[in-house]
């Protein structure tokens, strides 16, 4: 099947997915918070295809980012029902499927930081390309932190669904540390397959 025909199946399965997760989410302003970039980052890919096409990794990579989202979304993190499954084995405190979430945001950020930086050669250099992808990636997990800040700040008590902190002081900081972690798992593990595949381009 061609390539274009494959990411337009995923995307219309992806928005039938989103629908689903609608009508079932557990708070339906919760589940706006937490899918948004989907809602944003679907038209943006649609739109930027064919000036701007990116990889299979980077596209199959985030079309897992927004299923992660869209669970998180319709049962609000602390209430995921793997996140419990892995909370029982691994024997934790809370419920960790926003780590998940949060692995996911430092490492598909990183890879698109990465290959917008090498299409476009603004970067000279592989390393110094690494480095500014994983200062984007953690940038980006540092102003979603800020915005569950705003969000708090404005709707108060009923924000705790989409902070997902239950009850951690230190939620903030292991959420970037997860990025971080994302992020450099990222470059260490996919950049040389993103790389033959930006060749093929």
Known sequence: MPREKILILCGLLLIVIMAISFSNAYD???????????LIAL??????????PLTGLLYGLIFVHALVLIVGGTYTYARVPFGFWMQD?????????????????????VLVTREILLHGSYVSGPRMTDFLSACVALAISAFYELIEWWVALAIGQDADAFLGTQGDPWDTQSDMFLAMIGALAGLA????LQDRQMRLL
């Open 28 to 38: 339906r302003a919760t589940w706006l918070l937490e899918v948004a970039p989907v």
């Open 189 to 192: 593990l996919l950049s040389r």
């Open 89 to 109: 084995v691994l024997a934790l405190e809370r419920n960790p499927y926003d780590k998940i979430g949060h692995f996911m945001q430092g490492l598909v950020p």
């Open 43 to 52: 038209p943006i890919l649609a739109a930027t295809y064919r000036r701007f």
